[in-house]
């Protein structure tokens, strides 16, 4: 069992920028896609960034694009998103979530919600204009 614990969640002015956290404890293997999701009031949860934690390959959702990186820590088990430029749009609530590594040969695999196993229990990003 695969225990996921976000942080970094908060309120911020449109521009500005948040780093999340996502610390894996538990039976944790070398090699899974990990990924970000969020889900915002009234709207269905949306991958928003990926990655193969082995070989590194990465995936976002086009509307995060140069404004979202990710990042690891594999000593610390822990992955990262820093989100800069952040808009209004981008708030909800952020889960980490992960699943077998082959989810990520594709982006469209490594973004889809439902191929997730493991989840934490989320954190929120408020951006306000």
């Known amino acids: 069992q695969v225990r996921l614990v976000e942080s970094g969640g908060g309120s911020v002015q449109a521009g500005g920028s948040l780093r999340l956290s996502c610390a894996a404890s538990?039976?944790?293997?070398?090699?899974?896609?990990v990924g970000w999701f969020r889900q915002a009031p009234g709207k269905e949860r949306e991958g928003v960034a990926a990655?193969?934690?082995?070989?590194?390959?990465?995936y976002y959702v086009d509307s995060v694009k140069g404004r979202f990186t990710l990042s690891q820590d594999k000593a610390k088990k822990t992955l990262y998103l820093q989100m800069n430029s952040l808009e209004p749009e981008d708030t909800a609530m952020y889960y980490c979530?992960?699943?077998?590594?082959?989810?990520?040969?594709?982006?469209?695999?490594?973004?889809?919600?439902?191929?997730?196993?493991?989840w934490g229990q989320g954190t929120q990003v408020t951006v306000s204009s």
């Open positions: 979530a992960a699943t077998f590594a082959g989810a990520c040969n594709l982006v469209l695999s490594a973004l889809r919600t439902s191929l997730y196993n493991y």
């Open positions: 538990g039976k944790t293997y070398s090699r899974y896609c």
């Open positions: 990655i193969d934690t082995g070989g590194g390959s990465t």
